[in-house]
């Protein structure tokens, strides 16, 4: 059972546009939730997280927000540019504190 | 230069070798991590050792032996692998281990190992 789903496989978006990046979760003991961001031949890097008291989390560019009755967050990017093309991972501990991680999203921005 | 280095960066090998992947982690982490990522599928994880103890092995078969002789370096000693072992291979590490909270809990990740077995 995958308890971290990522239901869109790519995304394709404008420069300068926002990219929204969605992922839900089945477990609802999760309280912590994590997004990596992931080039070709690299390993996943950390990006943004968001804590279940907290409903949004914003650096920069980059807003996590979190739908906790849902069990929903998004990952939404503005402006979105070229070099965010990568593929993104949601991922949330386990009740040992193990990431449990998406399949992932590949965004692509294009000019 | 992410902290975290594996090596090689690609291996190819015959089921009937014997390879090791090796990872090294500059940032005074306690806990490090095996990960396998096949194509459309979850990042598998595979071990944990938290304080150079393995504290998990996620029913991972036998042909994978991992190694942590201290809390910067980690091995996984492969044999006898099969062709649906090829697989991209992370290693991770994190400043706290499993059960200690998510504070610290964020994972910094090795670029990967892309294993190919023929």
């Known amino acids: 059972d995958q308890q971290v789903k990522q239901n869109s496989p790519s995304l394709s978006v404008q420069e300068g546009r926002i990219s929204i990046l969605n992922c839900d979760y089945t477990?609802?003991?999760?309280?912590?939730f994590l997004w990596y961001k992931k080039y070709p031949a690299e390993g996943p890097t950390f990006l943004i997280s968001?804590?279940?008291?907290?409903d949004k989390n914003e650096d920069g560019r980059f807003t996590v927000f979190l739908n906790k009755s849902a069990k929903h967050l998004s990952l939404h990017i503005v402006p979105s540019q070229p070099g965010d093309s990568a593929v993104y991972f949601c991922?949330?501990?386990?009740?040992?504190?193990?990431?449990?991680f998406g399949t992932g999203t590949r965004l692509q921005v294009f000019p | 230069e992410t902290g975290v280095t594996q090596t090689p960066r690609h291996l190819v090998m015959g089921m009937t070798n014997k390879k090791s992947l090796k990872c090294e982690q500059h940032?005074?982490?306690?806990?490090m991590y095996w990960y396998k990522q096949s194509a459309k599928k979850p990042l598998e994880l595979m071990f944990v050792?938290?304080?150079?103890?393995?504290?998990e092995n996620n029913s991972v078969p036998s042909r994978f032996s991992p190694e942590c002789p201290n809390s910067s370096h980690l091995f996984l000693h492969l044999h006898t692998l099969q062709p649906e072992d090829s697989a991209l291979y992370l290693c991770?590490?994190?400043?706290?281990?499993?059960?200690?909270?998510?504070?610290?809990?964020?994972?910094?990740f090795g670029q990967g190992t892309r294993l190919t077995v023929v």
């Open positions: 991770a590490s994190s400043r706290k281990g499993p059960g200690t909270g998510v504070d610290g809990s964020e994972a910094f």
């Open positions: 477990n609802s003991m999760f309280d912590y």
């Open positions: 968001i804590s279940s008291i907290k």
């Open positions: 991922a949330a501990p386990d009740n040992t504190d193990k990431l449990i």
């Open positions: 940032l005074g982490h306690n806990a």
């Open positions: 050792y938290s304080l150079e103890e393995r504290v």
